[in-house]
């Protein structure tokens, strides 16, 4: 099995469909019409989607993510983020088979190559840092917007659609400046929606950060393609013994936040940073000023999510900057 350097073609080399009526359907076009899905097998670990093994008659398996069908917009969401990331070739994706409505099953799903993972390579951290840097610093101005609308203003941050960071909307207006990007596309929209959470004098101070954004911020010396949602539960060994990265909410902006994201839930391996610097050096001090900021758009999103627990962490960080 490769690693994907292009993800909108699926497995039989043509392009992937947004349109399946079935996984029935998917099987026949993708492997032949004599292919049968014979098996479902639960995989667990995803806590919004169910996820499935899909055993086939010829002895090959599909990865299947379903949720109800009026959720379709998730994976055609994902879809186009793994599509985008794949583009780059820098570093592992799973292939994209394709995404659908199964009315039989009463479920939206997307398809992917199943994934064996290999035991790590030596130099798994060095590798990923190495890759990750790659792509941040990859052509990445197409998923912004289409070049005759760039063309009309310097479009930089941002993504071509909208789509979702967990089951939450993520707004992708396309902007000028990463500040302007950062306040009206991620911080503002999340903490409207924790208002009743923060209250009258946590809500004075977010608009005050909002207000002064750009003297915390910096605009950075070219925009990047982001994973977007890149904790350690988004990275699996693929089958290169490198490392792969999976559920994505992509868009264009500062690297800055996808480095940030690493280190949320717990920081990966110092080598990991060291390997990211030879190749796109870290400003670590201003890093380090900036990274709860980052922190504060997905605290603000699990608060949302998930209630109260996150409240102290929010309001530590807005207090901190306001």
Known sequence: MEKMHYSDKNLSGKSFSDGYHSMEEMVRDIFGGETRLERM???????INDAYRLNLSNGEHIF??????????????????LSAL????????????????????GVSFLALEYIDSAPRIDTYWETFGHELAELHRAECLPFV?????????????GFAEDNFIGATPQKNSPKEKWTDFYRECRLLPQLERAEHYLGAELMKRADSLLEHLDSYLRE????????????????MCGPDGKAWIIDPAAYVGDYEADLAMTQLF?????????????????????????????????????????????????????????
Not at 41 to 47: A, P, Q
Not at 226 to 234: Q, R
């Open 41 to 47: 097998d639960r995989v667990y670990g995803g806590d």
């Open 64 to 81: 299947v993510k379903t949720n109800s069908i009026r959720n379709r917009a998730f994976f055609r969401a994902e879809a186009r983020g």
């Open 86 to 105: 794949g583009t780059s070739g820098k570093i592992g994706v799973p292939k994209i088979l394709g995404t659908g409505t199964d009315e039989g099953r």
């Open 145 to 157: 917007a289409p070049e005759e609308k760039r063309a009309k203003c310097d479009l930089r941050y």
């Open 220 to 235: 950075p010396e070219f925009p990047s393609l982001l994973h977007g949602d890149l904790w350690s539960g988004n990275m």
């Open 266 to 322: 717990g920081s990966l391996p110092e080598r990991f940073y060291a390997a990211y610097s030879e190749v796109s050096p870290i400003d670590r001090k201003g890093y380090l000023e900036r990274k709860k900021l980052y922190d504060l758009y997905h605290l603000l999103n699990h608060l949302n999510l998930f209630g109260r627990s996150y409240l102290s962490s929010v309001a530590g960080i807005i207090r901190e900057y306001a």
